[in-house]
């Protein structure tokens, strides 16, 4: 007979007992379930949940959940690969013990991202969190380094419920003290909940386009912080439901305007130190450094089939809308794609980093710095220059500028992103072939989803999925 103290292999050492543990404290605080979290390729949050009591259970032997979703699109329709996207099998979804919180915005409910591991015990090939946790590993095994990141997350505010049209929430001027007061009761209860759920607020103002706020959160490891990024998202939508208000994180809402972006901020650190600051290089960077950012500008046009995943996403990505369209970068400049930050005088040497701009949140975020990391690696690896620096709007240049400068517009379409990714050794050898081959079929799904639908009708068709 199979008991709590004899689970089968998938779970961690030591975590029946700490999950009982928490069940007890948990329930005492009045929660009664908990959410089982994790993306899909398509950037949809994708959920179970369990009483507080079966808590220990999930610990010691997971939760059934099939790996058909793992080639499911935004509006749930099915496509396969050789491998995925038939009914049969099942997976077990882990709960990570560490990264589990009550949820303040939800009264009654826990939060915790999970590890989708085979019936075997072996870690599933479709699982974006393992596939960055295994990059983070090699990195720091066979080059000593280790990263920090932190996702920006911009939204929609709109009338509620959500569905159908968007109605901004705010008659307030991009980051106008309007619309902060319209917003204040909200958002005030926004960070009292993350506050709560101890995650470190940077900034929460309103942003550009009609109804947007966007809010910035300190920098964890890659893992920790693409979890973060699903929980801070899990809590903005249901502090906004508590205040009968509608959140969108499509890329874009309407088809004609700025869109909602979710940039990646990323460091690169050897024994404590910053590799992007305190040295001979351009703007302080370590000739590592500057390779690693010359492998991610190397690599963008492939990458924004991981980065900038929806159809939707191309709506957004348009020049001179501070969405970085060009494989260009530079200091502090917002229209290039990868922008280097150094941080005030005084905290250069902890605030320094590469904010990688084409990037939005119909992005796995697992996924988006798994491929990033790999694409950084390769430079630093391969000792890449990185070229001349660019200033003002790269949209300026002429064509022959451009070119002698090696900036080069990024895919247009979701259908130039794929065939750009599907010619990328190095981002399909980071993602395994089962995962590469997901992403294509279920880009390539998501076009068809959308043919022939014009710029408005893409937007509607996404506005409500993430």
Partial sequence: MTT????VPGGRPGDVERAAALAGELTGRGVHGVVLAYVDTAGVTRVKTVPTARLA??????VGMSPVFDTFLADDSIVSTDVLGSPDGDLRLYPDLDRLVALVG???????????????????????RTVLRRIVAEASRRHGLAFRAGIEIEWSMGQGPPGGDFVPATTGPAYGAARQVEMSDCTADLLAALAAQDVE???LHPEYAAGQFEISVGALDPVAAADRSVLVRQTVRAVAARHGLAVSFAPAVVGEGVGNGG???LSAWRDGVNLHSGSTGRYGMTAEAESFAAGILARLPALTAVTAPS?????????????????????ETREAAVRVVTGTAGVRDQAANLEVKPVDLAANPYLALACLIAAGLDGLTSLVPLPEEITGDPARLDTEEAAARGVRRLPASLGEAVEEFREDPVLRAALGPVLADAVTAVRLGEIAVVAGLDDERVAAAYRWKY
């Fill in 4 to 7: 709590l103290a004899d689970p």
């Fill in 57 to 62: 259970s999930a610990a010691a032997w997971g």
């Fill in 106 to 128: 939800q009264p009654g409910w826990a939060w915790a991202p999970v590890d989708r591991i085979t019936q075997e015990g072996e870690p599933h090939p479709g699982c974006g």
């Fill in 201 to 203: 607020v940077e900034q």
């Fill in 263 to 265: 940039h990646i901020h």
């Fill in 311 to 331: 159809p939707a996403s191309y709506l957004r990505l348009r020049p001179s809308r501070w969405a970085g369209v060009f494989t260009a970068w530079g200091r």
